[in-house]
């Protein structure tokens, strides 16, 4: 498919998203090894917003998506965090493999075998969720709803209290608080903010200029309502709630981007990340983990969830990732994606605010499978 058809392709596949509710707007862009342009075909579609806090937004209020929007990246943020994970383990300054005990010995999971990698590979028996944040809310569903923010050191205390539902290794949970453990454990190991490690390790080496925890509103995508929890409509902080707690900056969520800077970071994935990952753990990055991590019980846990999974990625998702096994990539529950594949020489890169103005929306599922390998 030439570049113009591809885009006409994909000009459609958006807007036909955006007529069925899925989101108001989107920016993706498809590269491959045969791009006649060096980035490839990008496509921008529909309004930031359509509502407002209160109703539905006036034609003359609308604002246009265009290629430097920045979304909310939602989980897509964990991709960022595991390989500034990884790099700190290339220099020496956490280990894979040992007890979090080392680093964070007053927690609940110290003690007990959980090492980083069980973290970054969702084996680590952690919660999913943490439901605390709740406690940051007054007068939930009034008129005179409010939040209050909590202290971050209060809201990792809590977190790091949780106890872990099942051993390390015996089984898989997606959970976002294993990478916020994570997080803790590579504070504690290198005195260093989180938000300074990200940027360090993975923003800067990658030219990712535009990426950003808490840009402010200007130039975002807004995401939901959240009006019965005192935050109005959301716009330039994050929209999961436990990253909000934490100040906006975290390892599951907190990222904002530009589709850009989603696909450059996709290229040097195909690429091996060079500068920024030793060979060794890129592969622990790049390659499913759950043989390792979970023994004999990894081939059934593949098939129950539907995907390998590595300190990172999740491997050949079928549900949106098509059938190849070489494919690798992450989504976030704001409607965002990155998918690469090496087999078809391809980086796929979608953004949207499926969130706005209410979750309770269409799924943004068929439109990431639709994108993934449009021909």
Request: proline share 6%; with cysteine.
């Amino acid at each position: 498919m030439s570049d113009a058809t591809l885009e006409d392709a994909l000009r459609s596949t958006l807007f036909d998203a955006i007529a069925a509710g899925v989101t108001p707007g989107a920016v993706a862009s498809i590269f491959t090894g045969d791009s006649t342009a060096d980035s490839g075909v990008t496509v921008v579609a529909g309004r930031l917003a359509s509502h407002g806090a209160t109703a539905a937004l006036p034609t003359a209020e609308h604002e246009r998506v265009d290629e430097h929007t920045r979304y909310d990246l939602a989980s897509v943020t964990k991709v960022f965090s595991a390989i500034t994970i990884l790099s700190l383990v290339d220099d020496g300054s956490l280990t894979l493999d040992d007890d979090v005990a080392e680093w964070l010995p007053g927690s609940a999971a110290a003690g007990r075998g959980v090492t980083i990698a069980h973290l970054l590979s969702h084996t680590s028996g952690l919660p999913p969720t943490w439901s605390g944040w709740r406690a940051s809310v007054r007068d939930e569903s009034t008129p005179h709803a409010r939040w209050l923010p909590p202290e971050r050191s209060a809201v990792l205390a809590s977190i790091l209290s949780l106890e872990p539902s099942r051993p390390p290794g015996t089984g898989f949970e997606y959970s976002c608080l294993g990478y916020i453990t994570a997080m803790a454990a590579a504070e504690s190991a290198t005195g260093r903010p989180w938000d300074e490690l990200v940027h360090d390790r993975v923003l800067s080496p990658l030219g990712l200029t535009g990426t950003a925890f808490t840009p402010g509103p200007a130039g975002v995508a807004p995401t939901e309502n959240q009006s019965a929890i005192g935050r109005g409509v959301v716009r330039g902080t994050v929209h999961d709630e436990t990253a909000f707690a934490l100040g906006g900056v975290s390892a599951n969520a907190g990222l904002f981007g530009p589709v850009g800077d989603i696909v450059a970071l996709g290229r040097a994935m195909l690429a091996g990340l060079p500068g920024v990952l030793s060979a060794q753990s890129f592969d622990r990055f790049w390659n499913d983990q759950l043989p390792r991590m979970l023994g004999d019980r990894a081939a059934d846990t593949s098939r129950e969830i539907g995907y390998g999974q590595s300190l990172g990625l999740r491997v050949a998702q079928s549900s949106w990732m098509g059938d190849s096994p070489s494919a690798r990539g992450h989504n976030g529950f704001t409607g965002t994606s990155l998918f690469v594949d090496p087999q078809a020489d391809r980086v796929v890169a979608l953004l949207a605010n499926r969130v706005h103005p209410t979750r309770e929306g269409p799924d943004a599922q068929p439109l990431r499978s639709a994108v993934a390998y449009l021909r």
